[in-house]
């Protein structure tokens, strides 16, 4: 099963991810993960791309497809793989298509996760993270015991500076203006699925297993 999700943040794409890993035993392709690993490793993609990161630029398309393209080379007799969180441009989606072509690769299914914008800066605008054992709260759906202080070790949580409303709306706007064309990219190919994300995460997970199923391959 070869997959690519799609969702603006906080959507909970990557939780629905890593349920479907587990279950269909496939891989999860993270581009923020290969690029950590090529530069902690030093290969010559990472060392070119740690030369646009120590200079605190962005690292250029040519590089993340490379490393995407070395990733599904490598991934080539495995079950499959979920794409998360990329690509997030019209172009890269190109370029991704280039790549699966070139490796005879098809993709079985793109499915697009929906929430309002209001509940997706809910969900980000009321996260707490605790800075010393970094465990995780929220202060609607899963408040800790003070509301302030966390649960394991006792220190004071903060709010991530990217979770602040300012921050979220920002990150709403890149993704409403870079990713969302995306949507038509895919729907054009006949590949799209749109899943409701604002259920419960157990509800959204059982409708993803039953749209994969009709779309599985043997």
């Known amino acids: 099963m070869r997959l690519v999700f799609l969702g603006a943040p906080g959507v909970g794409k990557g939780t629905q991810a890593e349920k479907v890993v587990s279950h269909y035993h496939i891989a ?3 581009t923020g993960d290969l690029l950590r690993a090529a530069v902690r490793n030093q290969t010559p993609l990472g060392l070119e791309a740690k030369s ?3 200079q605190g630029r962005l690292v250029p398309d040519s590089v993340v497809i490379g490393l995407v393209r070395e990733k599904l080379a490598e991934l080539s007799k495995s079950n499959g793989f979920i794409l998360d969180g990329f690509p997030r441009t019209v172009p890269q989606a190109e370029a991704l298509a280039n790549v699966l072509e070139t490796q005879r690769i098809q993709l079985d299914r793109v499915i697009n996760f929906r929430v309002s914008r209001e509940e997706i800066i809910k969900r980000l605008s ?33 709010q991530r500076s990217d979770d602040q409303r300012e921050a979220v709306d920002m990150r709403l706007r890149v993704y409403e203006d870079q ?20 259920e419960p995460v157990e509800v959204v997970y059982q409708e993803l297993v039953r ?8």
């Open 52 to 54: 646009y990161m120590d």
């Open 211 to 218: 749209t994969l199923s009709a779309y599985q391959t043997a």
């Open 179 to 198: 990713t969302a064309p995306l949507i038509s990219f895919y729907e054009q190919r006949q590949l799209l699925s749109h899943l409701n994300g604002a």
């Open 126 to 158: 009321g996260r707490r993270s605790c800075p010393k054992c970094q465990a995780t709260y929220h202060v609607d759906f899963a408040p800790s015991k003070s509301g302030t202080a966390c649960d394991r070790c006792g220190e004071q949580l903060v």
């Open 28 to 30: 999860k392709i993270s």
